[in-house]
T-cell receptor, first 115, second 114 residues
Framework: DVKVTQSSRYLVKRTGEKVFLECVQDMDHENMFWYRQDPGLGLRLIYFSYDVKMKEKGDIPEGYSVSREKKERFSLILESASTNQTSMYLC??????????????FGEGSRLTVL | GDSVTQMEGPVTLSEEAFLTINCTYTATGYPSLFWYVQYPGEGLQLLLKATKADDKGSNKGFEATYRKETTSFHLEKGSVQVSDSAVYFCALSEVTGGGNKLTFGTGTQLKVEL
């Protein structure tokens, strides 16, 4: 079975803390994505990565950075967490090839609360 | 830019009722269209997809037809079950111009009661 694993299901952090969200996939997928999910706003793309050491900004990259040192791992970093970053964070992966038709595989999500 | 508009929820139905969740899109090229489903406490998973006009995607009793003339991809099921309670997301992906990301709608929560 294909699997995308997000290391933390629930996190509580304080304003100003540095936060790492880790995502690992076991499908040898080239493409990986970070979304945030908020009520009434759906999913919004933060960053994505075509392949190792490559990254592209999504629609809402401000306040976030990413790291992709190995193909299977894609990390989302909040350098200085703020309360407006309280959200559900979803990681996804996809095989490269035909972007328009490729299925995204999602992790279960990491719910981050910033106090 | 590309966008997806879904009907707002929650939608509450009795078991065995007919379901329609409306989805319309705006895109400059020729997108592929998707429905993803998120069950409580889980990540999203692909429910069905259609890659060109007039294609019908289907899975688990759900269907959606890619209508280019009305820019729509409405999700339907003839008889819903309690286990279909979830949040449903419509999404599009452009085939041309890179298209390495999906644009999602805001999601529609479905509650099915006995």
């Amino acid at each position: 079975d294909v699997k995308v694993t997000q290391s933390s299901r629930y996190l509580v952090k304080r304003t100003g803390e540095k936060v790492f969200l880790e995502c690992v996939q076991d499908m040898d997928h080239e493409n990986m994505f970070w979304y945030r999910q908020d009520p009434g706003l759906g999913l919004r793309l933060i960053y994505f990565s075509y392949d190792v050491k490559m990254k592209e900004k999504g629609d809402i990259p401000e306040g976030y950075s990413v790291s992709r040192e190995k193909k299977e791992r894609f990390s989302l970093i909040l350098e200085s967490a703020s309360t407006n970053q309280t959200s559900m964070y979803l990681c996804a992966s996809r095989r490269a090839g035909v972007p328009g038709t490729g299925e995204l595989f999602f992790g279960e999500g990491s719910r981050l609360t910033v106090l | 830019g590309d966008s997806v508009t879904q009907m707002e929820g929650p939608v509450t139905l009795s078991e065995e009722a007919f379901l329609t969740i409306n989805c319309t899109y705006t895109a400059t090229g020729y997108p592929s269209l998707f429905w993803y489903v998120q069950y409580p406490g889980e990540g999203l998973q692909l429910l069905l997809k259609a890659t060109k006009a007039d294609d019908k995607g289907s899975n688990k009793g759900f269907e959606a037809t890619y209508r280019k003339e009305t820019t729509s991809f409405h999700l339907e099921k003839g008889s819903v079950q309690v286990s279909d309670s979830a949040v449903y997301f419509c999404a599009l992906s452009e085939v041309t111009g890179g298209g390495n990301k999906l644009t999602f709608g805001t999601g529609t929560q479905l509650k099915v009661e006995l």
